[in-house]
């Protein structure tokens, strides 16, 4: 029997994704509380190697990882493979790539 879990979407009050420039796109993970923001940190279900993992990129192209304690937040930026606007772009804000973000699976605390 696997541990119960949530989507990180049930636990997390803010996931976005917007343009940082014309080749980067930065991503949002805001928490509503200290214990949310801690117990998503702590599972590594947001960390650069499972970032990566989740959007199938290679580790060079996150370019920023950022644990923000003042703000409950967690906020990363990939590169994008091509830029913002170019043919091909699906996305022209990059306000639609966090997508992947909301059904990761977090771990209940022990003892829930």
Do not use: W
């Amino acid at each position: 029997m696997s541990p119960a879990s949530r989507p990180l979407s049930a636990i997390a009050k803010t996931i976005r994704s917007k343009n940082a420039g014309v080749d980067h796109i930065t991503f949002d993970v805001i928490f509503p509380d200290r214990t949310s923001y801690d117990h998503v940190r702590a599972s590594g279900a947001l960390s650069p190697a499972a970032v990566c993992r989740v959007f199938g990129i290679e580790r060079a192209r996150l370019t920023d990882h950022v644990e923000f304690d003042p703000a409950f937040a967690i906020k990363f930026t990939i590169a994008r493979e091509s830029g913002s606007g170019t043919l091909g772009d699906g996305d022209l804000f990059g306000s639609q790539h966090y997508a992947p973000l909301i059904d990761i699976q977090i771990p209940e605390p022990a003892g829930n």
